[in-house]
């Protein structure tokens, strides 16, 4: 697939589960787990460092996920890692951040690098997560930057599997679609 490729030898590397539409763009060192799936338009690019992208998650259109280089500013870089049961709204940019499991990241959010998103956490829409920023599990964070709004509430915490399992149905659907010849 001419939106799958390789760069610096480094293939992306996706379960036979995954679902990429073809309109999204994956790029180097990208390892994606069971039932993920990329939505249009979307940018995954490992070129010059990784990205990690758990089980049963789900990047929607128009996101832009990316990484931090090695360099004199910063000797290590960052890596891009999300956990399991992660929902990336649309239009989403995560750059150089960790994001743990059970995530809901509002539409156009900016997560920036070295940014840490704990466990089982709602990143409300249109926020702004500093470079550095540690987020606590179990809260609601909105704005630009982001501020602990209030604990999250047990139907919220339930909410995060609920739509990771709803976009895997989705995403089988849409392989289902994919698979089948033009004439039926």
């Given amino acids: 697939m001419q939106?799958?490729?390789?760069?610096?030898?480094?293939?992306?590397?996706?379960?036979?589960?995954?679902w990429v539409d073809p309109t999204a763009v994956i790029i180097g060192d990208v390892q994606i787990g069971k039932d993920?799936?990329?939505?249009?338009?979307?940018?995954i690019r490992g070129d010059m460092h990784s990205i990690r992208i758990g089980q049963r998650s789900s990047i929607?259109?128009?996101?832009?996920?990316?990484?931090?280089?090695?360099?004199?500013?910063?000797?290590d870089?960052?890596?891009?890692?999300?956990?399991?049961?992660?929902?990336?709204?649309?239009?989403v940019t995560l750059h150089g951040c960790t994001i743990g499991s059970r995530i809901l990241v509002g539409m156009s959010s900016t997560?920036?690098?070295?940014?840490?998103?704990?466990d089982d956490v709602i990143v409300g829409a249109g926020s702004l997560v500093p470079p550095g920023k540690v987020l606590q599990s179990g809260y609601l964070y909105v704005g630009r930057p982001v501020k602990a709004v209030r604990p999250?509430?047990?139907?919220?915490?339930?909410?995060?599997?609920?739509?990771?399992?709803?976009y895997v149905t989705?995403?089988?659907?849409?392989?289902?679609?994919?698979?089948?010849?033009?004439?039926?």
């Fill in 3 to 18: 939106n799958i490729r390789s760069f610096r030898q480094k293939t992306p590397q996706l379960d036979a589960q995954v």
């Fill in 36 to 43: 993920s799936s990329v939505w249009p338009y979307t940018v």
């Fill in 60 to 75: 929607q259109d128009g996101s832009v996920l990316h990484i931090t280089h090695a360099g004199p500013f910063n000797p």
């Fill in 77 to 91: 870089g960052f890596a891009l890692t999300l956990g399991d049961d992660v929902t990336v709204g649309h239009q």
């Fill in 111 to 118: 997560i920036m690098d070295g940014a840490v998103i704990e």
């Fill in 152 to 166: 999250l509430t047990e139907a919220e915490k339930s909410y995060f599997i609920y739509t990771a399992a709803n």
């Fill in 170 to 184: 989705l995403k089988n659907e849409y392989l289902l679609e994919y698979t089948k010849p033009l004439s039926e």
